[in-house]
């Protein structure tokens, strides 16, 4: 690329040095390899290239230490602690807050602030502070406080002789250190045999970087070649030349060359806007199929930017397939494999499960954990690689347990765990330490690896994410094997967590080929000819600064450490040097306001919007516009995702109606065409209960059950105070066989308990209130319970299929009876209802009002079936959790009897229903957006 800012700085490389006597040092690693690249293009003969170093590198190259690891980080920090402090923290405590401390370590030092001084300084703070408590009755606490603050600096220093001790070092420490010994560089340089070092494309320097500048400028060993715009520079309200313009005034020697390309390359910024982070990558793969990027110029540089790095493998995902060179620098997170949930999972039902019982010699694991252990997608792979089978009702079984935990007797009992030997060993295992549950995982990454060593297909990702895994593993058993403190199982996970999610895979392929997909950082002291950045909003560009820190934000400026403030000054430098010369760029952001980012744009787009837009004589085009004005995404509404009734779903339709549609079936298309196509047309459906302790559905059960099986020795029969004695008397000793027939145990205690005492409450109140109703002299005569009741509908015939569809209507009604003469229809409900779900003033309206039309289909089911009852007729609820169990009738314009005027029009609706449900131009779309269900989400 020729105007870009790395192929002029090779080409005066060239003309004005030996490049094989220099060291050259950048901004990234990813830096290095393109002016590698442009070099190589301008040289005509063979020749050593220089030393290229990222500046973080070639300060650890000088100082000859090591990048300490997060964990070597807070083990050596928590010894340092422990040894200092009168009353430490736990280690499970101390690893909540240490990161921000030992990242104040990493900024003090980078800022090469006198340590003595500002933890001096913080102490008399904090002492201050202290004034304004309560000193009576939180003296302890407050002494505590104020020793841990005066101790600061003991630690501090304590903790740089361990790192130093064990050659490794965090980048603050490393970088102090070299300016501590800044003639280790000369001799490096002489050793190395080396003449001077040069600097390209350096910006936001901290103050340990400036003074090795400094010492390297007074020996003069040294050149500095600056990324500077004039637009920036000379405009002092722009904060992204905030430290160039320090630099000017500093380093006065040095030549500040300024171009004035961000105003001057002629080019157009698209800003996008779009919702939902996963339609960001469908527009992306909508612009590149525009572009029409077959075949891509070697000459041309592509790139796309994500400063959220999740949005990777949607992404990737959405890459047209005809394009074949992509350069991923970024690197893939581990945890974004489904492998890495299988050690998650097993790590999960291991540290939620109860003590080991001594006794049974068993683990109880909880049941969800155990769910979402099975399903997870390895497991299989895990048992197919032992040649261990699983049940295929296993998962139903398991959810049919009304249990807390899980014993190995009670999974047993259900699935031979001789068969599955993986869960029996898990199961069986006394997990009493860390390094016992290390050591399970060490052997179930090694079976998996065997596994995938054996297997046909092509598994080297897998394997690679699971190398990465064991080793990991591998330190952590050695750690725990030479720690001298007790870690925690809890503990464990957390730091194994943390550590997964730092650990990257690298893509290989061409590294200046194609396509560059990479992080913001990665784009420093790079041009290309198109960008597209993603993510533009709020909390990513710039990212969120709120780090927990130790230091308050006066102290900070004080002594001159970063604050948020140098932070959004360094991403606005990396922002728009990065649009500063492509001829296009594409700016996507997500304007969801239910997104993390809240919908808000970064501000960034609204200085391109406000500002550079309306600058006079620029030639930059900027357009701004939604995704929906423009393009036509594939899932652009995602509530339209099926669109055709073809054949099978047609089919599938006729069979529902053939055999009786209930009213909750036509309830859940008018609330949810999406959730009735996945439910009725595909038949996928969750597990009901994954919960531990009774859930809702099971406790409706159980009481229907009870009151059905109480009730059922006296139909027919007009209830009297005798039978109401007996129904009473009846009520322990059949709840007693409900818990039985359902499953539920554990129920001495906990939750459950209280919900079989709340059970027996409701039945009980219910029947002593009918029994008082009885006893006031009103006639009740119970005809059915739980009944089930099916009756032809109509003939509908569909033209578009040449079908005549014989339809149905079935329904379970909880009770039927006769109270003083008036037939009622009962549905008996143990949650909320409101009057108002039960009234309406026109009969048009019962189609959006589910509890009516359920009623009212009741009440048509019964009529059909008693074409002979000569009685007034009503439907309605009975709320059980209600104190008075009132009947709430089903209200009509005002009218409580259901007549044949409100049934015809019952009739009405369902035929406009049945219309629409077989109407091929309707979509299984969802029509209120404001009350998603679980597949709208």
Same mark, same amino acid.
């Given at each position: ?150 101790? &600061? ?101 040095? *030549? ?30 909508? &612009? ?55 050690? *998650? ?48 009702? &296993? ?114 392929? *061409? ?26 909003? *709020? ?298 779900? &039960? ?99």
């Amino acid at each position: 690329m020729e105007n870009s800012f790395l192929f002029k700085i090779s080409k005066q490389l060239l003309r004005d040095y030996v490049i094989s006597d220099l060291v050259i040092i950048l901004p990234s690693r990813r830096s290095s390899v393109f002016l590698k690249k442009e070099i190589a293009k301008s040289i005509d003969k063979p020749t050593w290239l220089p030393r290229i170093y990222s500046i973080d590198d070639f300060i650890f190259e000088v100082n000859n230490f090591n990048s300490a690891s997060s964990l070597e980080l807070f083990f050596s920090f928590y010894d340092v602690y422990e040894s200092i402090v009168q009353k430490p923290h736990s280690i499970e405590r101390c690893y909540k807050w240490a990161s921000g401390l030992l990242e104040d370590f990493n900024e003090i030092d980078k800022a090469y602030t006198c340590p003595k001084e500002i933890f001096s300084y913080l102490s008399d703070v904090k002492r201050i502070e202290s004034w304004y408590l309560d000193i009576a009755s939180n003296e302890e606490e407050i002494n505590e406080y104020l020793d841990f603050f005066n101790n &600061l600096k003991h630690i501090y220093d304590k903790l740089q002789l361990s790192l130093k001790s064990n050659n490794i070092a965090y980048s603050g420490l490393a970088q102090r250190l070299l300016v501590d010994n800044i003639n280790q560089i000369p001799m490096w340089l002489k050793d190395n045999k080396k003449e001077k070092i040069i600097f390209i494309g350096l910006d936001a320097l901290t103050n340990c970087q400036e003074k090795i500048i400094d010492s390297l400028l007074s020996k003069k060993i040294c050149d500095i070649f600056w990324d500077a715009d004039e637009y920036f520079i000379k405009n002092h309200i722009q904060e992204s030349g905030k430290f160039l313009r320090r630099y000017i005034q500093k380093w006065p020697q040095c *030549e500040f060359p300024q171009t004035n390309d961000f105003l001057n390359f002629p080019k157009s910024i698209d800003i996008i806007g779009t919702t939902k982070n996963v339609n960001q990558a469908k527009l992306l793969s909508q &612009l590149l199929l525009n572009k029409n990027y077959s075949s891509i110029d070697e000459s041309k540089r592509i790139a796309i930017v994500l400063p959220n790095e999740d949005l990777l493998l949607p992404v990737l995902e959405s890459i047209p397939s005809y394009i074949s060179d992509i350069n991923v620098t970024m690197g893939y997170k581990l945890l974004h494999h489904p492998i890495a949930s299988l050690v *998650e999972e097993i790590i999960s039902l291991i540290i939620n499960s109860r003590d080991y019982d001594t006794k049974q010699k068993s683990n109880s694991f909880l049941k969800k954990d155990i769910i979402q252990l099975i399903q997870t997608p390895y497991f299989n792979l895990f048992l197919n690689s032992r040649g261990d089978s699983l049940d295929k009702n &296993l998962l139903q079984e398991i959810s049919k347990i009304n249990l807390n935990y899980i014993g190995y007797c009670d999974l047993n009992s259900i699935s031979n765990l001789d068969k599955i030997p993986f869960l029996k060993n898990i199961f069986l295992t006394n997990f009493r330490s860390s390094l016992d549950l290390v050591s399970f995982l060490q052997e179930t990454i090694s079976v998996l690896l065997e596994s995938l060593n054996s297997s046909e297909e092509n598994t080297d990702l897998e394997q690679e994410c699971l190398f990465e895994i064991q080793e990991q593993l591998l330190s952590f058993a050695r750690f725990l094997e030479n720690s001298r403190h007790i870690i925690s199982p809890e503990l464990l996970t957390k730091l194994f967590s943390k550590t997964l999610k730092s650990i990257r895979l690298n893509f290989s392929g *061409e590294p200046l080929i194609g396509i560059q997909i990479m992080g913001i950082l990665e784009s420093r002291a790079i041009d290309f000819d198109e960008v597209f950045i993603l993510s533009a909003n *709020e909390s990513e560009l710039p990212p969120d600064s709120g780090k927990n820190s130790f230091i308050p934000f006066d102290v900070k400026l004080k002594f001159g450490i970063r604050t948020h403030l140098d932070m959004d000054a360094i991403y606005a430098n990396y922002f728009f040097n990065l649009i500063k010369r492509p001829k296009k760029v594409s700016i996507i952001y997500n304007q969801d306001l239910l997104s993390s980012s809240s919908g808000e744009k970064s501000r960034f787009i609204n200085q391109l919007l406000y500002e550079i837009k309306t600058l006079p004589g620029s030639n930059i085009r900027i357009n701004n516009y939604t995704a929906s004005d423009v393009f036509q995404l594939e899932l652009e509404n995602n509530n339209r995702l099926f669109k055709l009734k073809d054949a099978y779903v047609i089919s599938k339709l006729v069979k529902i109606c053939n055999k009786g549609i209930s009213p909750s079936t036509i309830n859940l298309y008018n609330y949810c065409k999406k959730q009735f196509y996945y439910e009725k047309i595909l038949d996928v459906s969750s597990i009901d209960n994954l919960e531990n302790d009774i859930d809702k559905a099971t406790m409706g059960t159980i009481v229907h059950w009870v009151l059905q099986k109480i009730y059922e020795p006296y139909l027919g029969m007009i209830l009297d105070n005798s039978i109401m004695g007996k129904i009473i008397c009846s009520v322990p000793e059949t709840l007693e066989n409900a818990i039985k027939k359902h499953g539920v145990k554990n129920i001495s205690k906990g939750k459950n308990f209280l919900t079989i005492e709340a059970i027996k409450r409701i039945i009980k109140n219910f029947v002593k209130s009918e029994a008082s109703n009885v006893k006031k002299g009103d006639k009740i005569k119970v005809l059915s319970l739980e009944r089930e009741i099916i009756a032809p509908y109509k003939k509908i015939k569909i033209s578009n299929f040449n079908l005549v569809v014989d339809i149905s209507l079935k329904g379970y009604i909880d009770r039927i009876d006769i109270y003083n003469d008036v037939y009622r229809i009962i549905d008996y409900k143990t949650g909320l209802v409101q009057d108002v779900d &039960l009234r309406t003033s026109d009969i048009a309206e019962i189609i959006e009002k589910p509890k009516i039309l359920q009623l009212l289909i009741y009440a048509w089911l019964f009529k059909r079936n008693n074409q002979d009852h000569n009685l007034s007729m009503q439907a309605g609820i009975i709320n059980l959790r209600a104190k008075n169990f009132d009947f709430q009738k089903c209200v009509i314009n005002k009218i409580h009897e259901i007549d044949n005027s409100i049934l015809q029009s019952l009739e009405n609706t369902l035929d406009d229903f049945f219309l629409e449900l077989f109407d091929h131009n309707q979509d299984f779309d969802h029509k209120n957006i404001d009350d998603q269900c679980r597949f709208c989400d």
